[in-house]
Nanobody
């Protein structure tokens, strides 16, 4: 079965950095568009960044210039490099894969606070 497993979440101070990973299995990873979503307490889930099967990235305005999405198809892994983190970035971050079907990871919690 298809599995997406996020890792790398944790606690970090404002201005710090964190790198999230999403390991895929059970799917032809290279042909899927991938994305990171997040859901903060009391808020709707929102798209943070996406990357096409060809590697073209897109970002939400709130993270543009601070976050970088990338993928390593040879390792079936999606990444999100998060720099200059703000308290507003606190959320559960979810990995998403889309092609003919859509799959979700279980989420990893990122907490940004002093």
């Amino acid at each position: 079965q298809v599995q997406l497993v996020e890792s790398g979440g944790g606690w970090v101070q404002p201005g710090g950095s964190l790198r999230l990973s999403c390991a895929g299995s059970g799917l032809t990873f290279r042909i899927y568009a991938m994305a990171w979503y997040r859901q903060a307490p009391g808020k709707q889930r929102e798209l943070v960044a996406s990357i096409s099967s060809g590697g073209s990235p897109n970002y939400a305005d709130s993270v543009k210039g601070r976050f970088t999405i990338s993928r390593d198809n040879a390792k079936n892994t999606l990444f999100l490099q998060m720099n200059s983190l703000k308290s507003e970035d606190t959320a559960v971050y979810y990995c998403n894969a889309w092609f003919t079907s859509t799959y979700w990871g279980q989420g990893t919690l990122v907490t940004v606070s002093s």
